[in-house]
């Protein structure tokens, strides 16, 4: 394995697991989510439809608790950056794409881990993943979808430096993505325009390949795939650039 | 025996109009303690940058142990250990973490690894604390984990930026004793940028001057006393660059008063 890609994978793992605050927080709020989704808006649509609920939502709540700690992932630059350690990487003679894979795949890592956390938390209220041998994908879904917004949110913060601003800016990115997407609730009775911003929202991809890995709901697989695939192309080659051209 | 280590042509930065470092040449010679000094804003700073392959340079070349630093980067990093002005290290690991990391990045073999950080640490006297957070170690002891880190790798050049910027005397004496014999021991060159012009001249074995991004003299601390007329390096700076406060290139009046100049 490539030296960089591994110190910055194992690092920033090591650190996500050693910060118990940090640690506490990021299990805290998905279990809020799905606490207030799944027993408020659960009552509500169980009463009207005949689907049940749970088997929906948990998937959703799982990408979102991904795509918030992956692009929050980014904040990690951050820091490095105005702390220095950065530096230290950069001066080193490995290659910029590896120190900025191995920086996303360790977040990712600790993505997935939090995914995991929040399907355990479903059995609590009901939820069955519908097929245990899919496990394996479920596994390398979340991982594509926490590595493509972790590109997202670090490409981002090679870019802005303002400790304050960035996550502000990350959470003006992800709330249209989380609430103008199928991850909470069936987006067919939305008007045309906002269909079409759920059409055009990678969210939407990642949220249906959960749901078809986890509950077993059909989806467009491939073009699911297509999306999340050639996005982590299109985030890594940007990425790769801004990781090249940063001074510091 | 007396090769050249370093050389920069003609080195233009510029930050927007701003000229951080107007074309300045100067070389290195494998074995020397080059001190490279100037008052606040100067360009040193930005200078190492540039050799460390960390900046890009708006014009001119940088050569590094026969390097080029645009071309040939991976090679000039390999050949350098950096300490840079600000700490670089991750508070949040270890002191023996922090340099293993490194070891690794730098491509030290599995079986040698724990034999060589471990060295290093007794090296600076830090082998007892070597599985402490570096949150909770004092600036020297921070100090001493770079140098450690730095040496590492076994660099041929060691660029130090204000290495003993806050440390009490005593530490502030380790260290440039420490640099001594490195520079004698391990055959290692050093570059580094102090505003303690006594100390520097004291180790030292080649001084250069800049300011305003500009290379104002470049010699021994003997000849440049001589050359000046001075009685010790730092009459010789302050002769040479003036009285002068350096304000913030974001100053108005600095900026006309640099213009006028
Ligand atoms: N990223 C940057 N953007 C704009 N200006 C910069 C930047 N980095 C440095 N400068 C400016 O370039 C000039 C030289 O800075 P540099 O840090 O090289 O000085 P220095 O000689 O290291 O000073 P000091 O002794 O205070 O460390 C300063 O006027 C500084 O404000
Ligand atoms: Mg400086």
């Known amino acids: ?248 | 025996m007396n090769k050249e280590i370093v050389n920069v042509n003609n080195l233009l930065k510029k930050f927007g109009d701003f000229v951080a470092v107007d074309n300045i040449n100067f070389s290195v010679k494998k074995g020397e303690i080059f001190a490279f000094l100037g008052p606040n804003g100067a360009g040193k700073s930005t200078t190492i940058k540039i050799m460390t392959t960390l900046s890009k340079a708006n014009g001119g070349s940088v050569e590094i142990n026969g390097f080029d630093v645009l071309k040939d980067k991976k090679k000039v990093r390999e050949s350098i250990g950096v300490i840079f002005q600000d700490p670089t290290l991750d508070e949040d690991l270890t002191a023996y973490e922090n340099l293993y990391y490194h070891s690794i990045l730098y491509g030290i073999s599995k079986a040698k690894r724990k034999k060589k950080i471990e060295d290093l640490l007794n090296y600076v006297g830090l082998l007892d604390r070597k599985n402490d957070f570096v949150k909770n170690f004092s600036g020297g002891m921070k100090r001493r984990v770079e140098i450690a880190r730095g040496l590492l790798h076994d660099p041929k050049l060691l660029f130090l930026d204000e290495p003993t910027l806050g440390l009490d005397v005593q530490t502030r004496t380790f260290l440039w004793n420490h640099i001594k014999k490195v520079n004698k021991e391990k055959k290692i060159t050093v570059f580094f940028t102090s505003h303690n012009l006594d100390e520097a001249e004291k180790i030292a074995t080649k001084v250069a001057i800049i300011d305003h991004g500009r290379i104002l003299i470049i010699g021994t601390s003997e000849e440049i006393k001589k050359k000046t007329k001075t009685k010790s390096l730092e009459k010789a700076f302050l002769k040479l660059t003036g009285y002068d406060i350096r304000v913030d290139k974001a100053d108005g009046v600095d900026r006309m008063r640099r213009f006028r100049r």
């Open chain 1, 1 to 248: 394995m490539d030296s960089a890609l591994y110190v910055m994978w194992h690092r920033q793992i090591k650190e996500y697991f050693r910060n118990k605050q940090r640690l506490i927080v990021s299990l805290v709020q998905p279990l809020l989510f799905l606490i207030a989704f799944g027993f408020g808006l659960g009552n509500s649509f169980q009463s009207s439809g005949n689907f049940n609920y749970i088997q929906y939502l948990l998937p959703g709540i799982v990408g979102m608790t991904i795509m918030m700690s992956s692009t929050m992932g980014g904040m990690s630059l951050i820091w490095d950056k105005k702390f220095g350690f950065l530096k230290e990487t950069l001066v080193a003679p490995v290659s910029r794409i590896n120190l900025l894979f191995g920086r996303c795949l360790g977040n990712a890592t600790t993505s997935v881990f939090q995914g995991l956390i929040v399907l355990f938390l479903g059995y609590f209220m009901g939820f069955r993943i519908f097929n245990w041998s899919m496990f394996p994908l479920i596994i390398l879904c979340m991982f594509f979808i926490a590595l493509l917004f972790n590109l997202l949110g670090t490409s981002l913060a090679a870019k802005f430096d303002d400790m304050q601003s960035f996550p502000s800016i990350m959470n003006f990115l992800m709330m249209p993505m989380m609430f103008l997407s199928g991850a909470f609730f069936s987006t067919n009775n939305f008007p045309k325009v906002l269909q079409f911003i759920v059409k055009i929202n990678p969210f939407d991809y990642c949220v249906s390949l959960l749901r078809f890995v986890i509950s077993g709901i059909e989806t467009n697989l491939l073009l699911d795939f297509m999306v999340v695939g050639i996005l982590i192309l299109l985030l890594g080659f940007l990425g790769t650039r801004l990781f090249n051209r940063m001074e510091v």
